[in-house]
């Protein structure tokens, strides 16, 4: 007569040690961020003769260059050439100092860009290689905005139309993430503010 077989052990009810850990989704803010993001860069129409404008338009907030050829305009129409170079000066270094107070913020996040984390969708303009939050266009624009205005008034309205289209295109073309912006924009928003208040006007 055969012998009964063993019992077998009851299966694991835990998780499986081996299987690959599913990240967990985003939540809260990170998640509205994301969502929000991707509408403007993905799900709104990219048309070719917006796009490509717009591109070039964003390109020229690299390294704050648009504001410092606006602020050499200026000091160009200056009534002599000592106003004038105190005037760049006063828009270049608020915008330069700007862009440092920005950079150290980022190297402390260190927030990966939108398309280095979802691939899906077109490279519009090429990808900064720095680090995406907060966004340093945004923050430069304010404080070349508001220095800008302090110095010609009359301008007030064309540079804010310029900082939000900047603002916007970085987010439309998926260089940042929406929350990159609008935390560059409050940054740039609190320094040129206190610059402007700080420094005086030439």
Same mark, same amino acid.
């Given at each position: 007569?055969?012998?009964?077989?063993?019992?077998?052990?009851?299966?694991?009810?835990?998780?499986?040690?081996?299987?690959?850990?599913?990240?967990?989704?985003?939540?809260?803010?990170?998640?509205?961020?994301?969502?929000?993001?991707?509408?403007?860069?993905?799900?709104?129409?990219?048309? /070719?003769?917006?796009? /490509?404008?717009?591109?070039?338009?964003?390109?020229?907030?690299?390294?704050?260059?648009?504001?410092?050829?606006?602020?050499?305009?200026?000091?160009?129409?200056?009534?002599?050439?000592?106003?004038?170079? /105190? =005037?760049?000066?006063?828009?270049?270094?608020?915008?330069?100092?700007?862009?440092?107070?920005?950079?150290?913020?980022?190297?402390?996040? =260190?927030? =990966?860009?939108?398309?280095?984390?979802?691939?899906?969708?077109?490279?519009?303009?090429?990808?900064?290689?720095?680090?995406?939050?907060?966004?340093?266009?945004?923050?430069?624009?304010?404080?070349?905005?508001?220095?800008?205005?302090?110095?010609?008034?009359?301008?007030?309205?064309?540079?804010?139309?310029?900082?939000?289209?900047?603002?916007?295109?970085?987010?439309?073309? /998926?260089?940042?993430?929406?929350?990159?912006?609008?935390?560059?924009?409050?940054?740039?928003?609190?320094?040129?503010?206190?610059?402007?208040?700080?420094?005086?006007?030439?």
């Amino acid at each position: 007569m055969a012998s009964p077989a063993p019992p077998t052990a009851p299966p694991p009810t835990g998780p499986d040690p081996t299987a690959t850990p599913t990240p967990a989704p985003a939540s809260g803010l990170r998640a509205w961020d994301r969502r929000a993001s991707e509408w403007f860069g993905l799900r709104w129409p990219h048309p /070719r003769w917006l796009t /490509r404008p717009l591109g070039w338009l964003s390109l020229t907030g690299n390294y704050g260059v648009i504001w410092f050829v606006l602020g050499a305009i200026g000091g160009l129409a200056a009534a002599d050439a000592e106003l004038g170079l /105190r =005037r760049f000066a006063y828009v270049g270094g608020a915008v330069l100092l700007c862009q440092g107070l920005t950079f150290f913020v980022k190297l402390g996040v =260190r927030r =990966r860009r939108p398309l280095t984390v979802d691939t899906e969708g077109e490279h519009h303009i090429p990808l900064p290689r720095s680090p995406s939050f907060p966004s340093s266009h945004a923050s430069m624009s304010l404080a070349g905005t508001l220095t800008m205005s302090v110095l010609y008034p009359a301008w007030w309205g064309a540079f804010a139309a310029l900082a939000a289209l900047l603002a916007f295109s970085r987010v439309y073309l /998926r260089v940042h993430y929406l929350m990159d912006v609008l935390a560059g924009l409050a940054l740039g928003g609190a320094f040129g503010a206190a610059f402007v208040l700080l420094v005086p006007t030439p």
